[in-house]
């Protein structure tokens, strides 16, 4: 299994939809992940962090499966500004601090 | 907010020329990295950095190296630059709670 690895996508989507992103990892110890948004041509930018079983912010959830090493990020009532690529993070080879970034799956959200 | 900053938004460089990617960050961060990002590849981290003078390479550190003299301070150079290094670099600092990334360098080798 490779470190890390998410659908690529892309996905389009109506606004209002929900929609979810999938994520698999490799390093059964890691403890924590990340989704980061980036926007076309911009830097990745941090949406939301993972430490527990899961985490919610407004619309979005993030849910962590560590017997399947499985995460998720679930998108609600979706807007057009949710258009981007979305990018699961992991730790990279068990460091603290090096992270290992999916390839992104591409969000579009239509009106 | 940390704010990582990259010296140049877009360069123009030829083929084996020396280049300089500068990188400062302004929250005393330990930790900072280089990464390059392509269509279908991602982000591929180059080197990274845990102290001043202190550097380890990444996953794809051939025909880059690195400077850290200070700890705000995080330079990528390409010896001697080729096509094959046209890209867009990201600098990144990071903190318990991830990275902040620079707004990126999009470098063309001609």
């Known amino acids: 299994r490779k470190e890390v690895e998410q659908d690529p996508g892309p996905f389009n989507v109506p606004e209002g939809a929900t929609v979810a992103f999938n994520c698999t990892y490799s390093?059964?110890?890691?403890?924590?992940f990340f989704w980061y948004r980036q926007d076309c041509r911009k830097e990745p930018k941090l949406l939301m962090s993972v430490y527990s079983s899961g985490n919610e912010d407004g619309r979005f959830t993030a849910q962590l499966n560590r017997a399947s090493q499985y995460i998720s990020l679930l998108i609600r009532d979706s807007k057009l500004s949710d258009s981007a690529t979305y990018l699961c993070v992991v730790p990279s080879g068990g460091s603290n601090y090096k992270l290992t970034f999916g390839k992104g799956t591409l969000l579009t959200v239509n009106p | 907010d940390v704010k990582v900053t990259q010296s140049s938004r877009y360069l123009v460089k030829r083929t084996g020329e020396k280049v300089f990617l500068e990188c400062v960050q302004d929250m005393d961060h330990e930790n900072m990295f280089w990464y390059r990002q392509d269509p279908g590849l991602g982000l591929r981290l180059i080197y990274f950095?845990?102290?001043?003078?202190?550097?380890e390479k990444g996953d794809i550190p051939e025909g880059y190296s690195v400077s850290r003299e200070k700890k705000e301070r995080f330079s990528l150079i390409l010896e001697s630059a080729s096509t094959n290094q046209t890209s867009m670099y990201l600098c990144a600092s990071s903190e318990p709670r991830g990275y902040t990334f620079g707004s990126g360098t999009r470098l063309t080798v001609v």
């Open positions: 950095s845990y102290d001043v003078k202190m550097k």
């Open positions: 390093n059964s110890a890691s403890q924590s």
